[in-house]
Structures are given as C-alpha cells and as structure tokens.
C-alpha cells in the first residue's frame, strides 16, 4: 500500500460570463439550482461550504461540517470534502479531502471551470470512492452548464433507490 494521493480532474467551458459563474459556485442560493437542493454558503476563508443532498436531513448525504480553504475573488475556490454515505469511515473520519474550483475568463461571454479533488489515498479501499466521484463531478459541472446556459441545474447526488 501506498499512502500517496490521488486525484480527480474535471473541466468545463461554460457559455456564461465568470461573475456569473462565480456566484454560482459562492452564493446560496445559486448552488442550491445545480448542485444540491439546500446549501450552507459563506464565501469567505473559513467560512461553510455545506450541501444537503436530502432537503430536510442533516445526518446523511451532506457535506456538514465543510469548510473553505481558499477564496480567491473569481479566480479560485477550496473547501474541504466529505464523500457520501456509503464512503463514510473511509473519507469522513480522518483528514478531509480537498476540492479545488478555478476559474478562468475566455471571453466575455465563457468560462472555463477546472475542478481538482485530492486528498484520496492510493490504495483499494479507495477505488469506489474515486470511480463514484469522477462520476460525480461529471454530472456537477454538466448540471452548472445546463443551468447557467439553459436555466435547468441536475441537482447531484441523489441517493440511490
């Protein structure tokens, strides 16, 4: 076994101004169209960066607790990361891993987002952790697109049926 870390790398160019971009990721009520239906948003270092998969449920499928690292005014975006129920002894109890958002300017009219998470152990006990979550970023970034470009967020990571 390895203790080195692994990543996960997504990234997107979104047909939408970067303030609007931006505010998506840093204001409540933004996150809560495309990413998760009740959202815990202060946009500063140190500040709460908690989503509520489950409207209404605070012990289960959340980030609770999570917090931002980093705040740089439309230019980047850290918080700490909890992974979802069924990774819970693997990813939430000892040190968090990292979500990393930048933001880039292509035009006045797009955005590039690149979503960096690290911190996941190189081992196999991990292995289901980051396929979920490669999985995961995915559907997020697709789901800003969609609802910055057409008004229609997919809120992730509803909980299996």
Same mark, same amino acid.
């Given at each position: 076994m390895? +203790?080195?870390?692994?990543?996960?790398?997504?990234?997107?160019?979104?047909?939408?101004?970067?303030?609007?971009? *931006?505010? &998506?990721?840093?204001?409540?009520?933004r996150?809560?169209?495309?990413?998760?239906?009740e959202?815990?948003?202060?946009?500063?270092?140190?500040?709460?960066?908690?989503?509520?998969?489950?409207p209404g449920?605070?012990?289960?499928?959340?980030?609770s607790?999570?917090?931002?690292?980093?705040?740089?005014?439309?230019?980047?975006?850290?918080?700490?990361?909890k992974?979802p129920?069924?990774?819970?002894? =693997?990813?939430?109890?000892? &040190?968090?891993?990292?979500?990393?958002?930048?933001?880039?300017?292509?035009?006045?009219?797009?955005?590039?987002?690149?979503?960096?998470? +690290?911190?996941?152990?190189?081992?196999?006990?991990?292995?289901e &952790?980051?396929?979920?979550?490669?999985i995961? *970023?995915s559907?997020v970034?697709?789901?800003?697109?969609?609802?910055?470009?057409?008004?229609?967020?997919? =809120?992730?990571?509803?909980? =299996?049926?």
């Open positions: 390895t +203790i080195s870390t692994k990543g996960i790398s997504k990234e997107i160019t979104v047909d939408a101004p970067l303030n609007l971009v *931006w505010h &998506a990721w840093t204001i409540s009520e996150v809560s169209e495309w990413f998760a239906p959202t815990v948003v202060e946009a500063k270092e140190g500040g709460a960066y908690e989503l509520y998969f489950i449920n605070k012990t289960g499928m959340n980030t607790g999570c917090k931002i690292t980093k705040l740089a005014y439309e230019k980047e975006l850290h918080f700490t990361w992974g129920d069924q990774f819970e002894s =693997l990813m939430n109890k000892n &040190a968090l891993t990292i979500v990393q958002v930048s933001f880039k300017s292509i035009n006045e009219s797009s955005t590039k987002v690149t979503v960096e998470h +690290i911190g996941f152990k190189d081992n196999e006990d991990w292995i &952790a980051i396929n979920w979550h490669q995961a *970023w559907g970034l697709d789901s800003l697109k969609s609802a910055l470009e057409k008004g229609e967020g997919n =809120l992730c990571c509803q909980p =299996l049926k």
